[in-house]
Every structure is written in C-alpha cells, then in structure tokens.
C-alpha cells in the first residue's frame, strides 16, 4: 500500500529535550515536505527537500532540523524544544513533473506534539 | 501576502443537500494547481480533487466537483448529496511554480457540519 508513515503519532515531552519524529514514505517520492498546522493558521511548511541531500527551509523554519540521507525518509528534529512548538506536524511526499501538474502531496497520519 | 482565501471560517447543510465551500486564491503564475483536502477530526489529510490552471474542464472526482472560475479566481468545492461522514475540516490549496518549492499554500479552512 502506497503511503506515508510517521512516527511518534503522540509525543509529549519537556522543553528543552531533544526529539526526532520519523518520516518514511515507499512511493519513490523525490518531493518531501514537513508541515505545522496550528488552530485558526492552516498548515504551513517547515522545511522541504527535493531530493536526497537537498533540503532547503519553507515559511517556519526557526527551532527545527531536517536531514535527507535516502530517497524515502525524511526526519524532522527539534534540539530543544519549547512550549511554542506545540502542535500538529505532518509530513507529505510527492512527485516533482510539473509543480502546477497534479503531482499530489500525500500526507502522512500527522505527529500531535506537545511540549511543557 | 495570503495566497489562498476561505472566508468561511464554518458551514451547515442538511444531509442530502448539495454544499459549496468557498476558495479563492492569487497568483501571477500562469501554471498553477488548486487542491482540496478533507481533514476529518480523526486529524489525517485526505485528498480529494485536483483542477489544473490550464485545464478547459472542471475537475469531478464522485460526489466532489471544483467549480473553477478563472477570471476570478475561485475554485470553489461542492459536495454534493452530503452525508454525515462529511463533517470535517476542508482545505483550499494552490501550488503555483514558486521557485524550486512544490510547497502547498493552504486556505485556514471551512469547518463542516451535515446534520441529520
């Protein structure tokens, strides 16, 4: 089944200690996106990578890391993280022909993060 | 600046009943693609139809069809025959060129009531 799988789906931790939440994705996407999505602010983008080794900072940036090592996961981590980095956090994948194509973005189950 | 706009922040229809959830977006790419998501309140994104810029038709997909004025830039949602299990939280989305980011601008979202 194709898909995109996300792992923890909840977290709650405390601020300050370190975190990596999972994204893996079996479709051969060369297109990876995390997003935050916050009450009343729709989902906004993270970072992005549009291949192995490419990544590059969406709209938030600001308190998180990506890495890219292989084709299919793509992780989001957060170093220290604070209370205002509470929130939803979804990871999407898709392919890249044509960016107005439709390439649709497959997003995975989402990462309720909550942090104290 | 926002690109995508719904201005329906919430929305009530009577199960059977046709509905239409509001979209209108900004860009000055000439290719370009809008999308609609469902988010039930389970929390996952699911897609649901695609209209392309350069596309003559609008786009159905079973009981979902985009109305796509260009001139005005609306690609509005409707539903028809609405069923209870279409309560949810719709998204409005564009991807235009951008860039090299095939990101996703969303809409904030129309929150979807079918009563019995």
């Known amino acids: 089944e194709a898909q995109v799988t996300q792992n923890p789906r909840y977290l709650i931790t405390v601020t300050g200690k370190k975190l990596t939440v999972t994204c893996s994705q079996n479709?051969?996407?060369?297109?990876m996106s995390w997003y935050r999505q916050d009450p009343g602010l729709g989902l906004r983008q993270i970072y992005y990578s549009m291949n192995v080794e490419v990544t590059d900072k969406g709209d938030v940036p600001e308190g998180y890391k990506v890495s890219r090592k292989e084709k299919r996961n793509f992780p989001l981590i957060l170093e220290s993280p604070s209370p205002n980095q509470t929130s939803l956090y979804f990871c999407a994948s898709s392919l890249t022909r044509l960016a107005g194509g439709p390439d649709t973005q497959y997003f995975g189950p989402g990462t309720r993060l909550t942090v104290l | 600046a926002q690109k995508i706009t719904q201005t329906q922040p919430g929305m009530f229809v009577q199960e059977k009943e046709a509905v239409t959830l509001d979209c209108t977006y900004d860009?000055?790419?000439?290719?370009?693609?809008l999308f609609w998501y469902k988010q039930p309140s389970s929390g996952e994104m699911i897609f649901l139809i695609y209209q392309g810029s350069y596309d003559q038709q609008n786009a159905t997909e079973g009981r979902y069809s985009l109305n796509f004025q260009k001139a005005r830039k609306s690609a509005n949602l409707v539903i028809s025959a609405s069923q209870l299990g279409d309560s949810a939280m719709y998204f409005c989305?564009?991807?235009?060129?951008?860039?090299?980011?095939?990101?996703?601008?969303f809409g904030k979202g129309t929150l979807l009531t079918v009563n019995p």
């Open positions: 479709m051969n996407h060369e297109y």
């Open positions: 989305a564009m991807r235009d060129s951008g860039g090299s980011n095939y990101k996703l601008t």
């Open positions: 860009t000055s790419d000439p290719s370009y693609g």
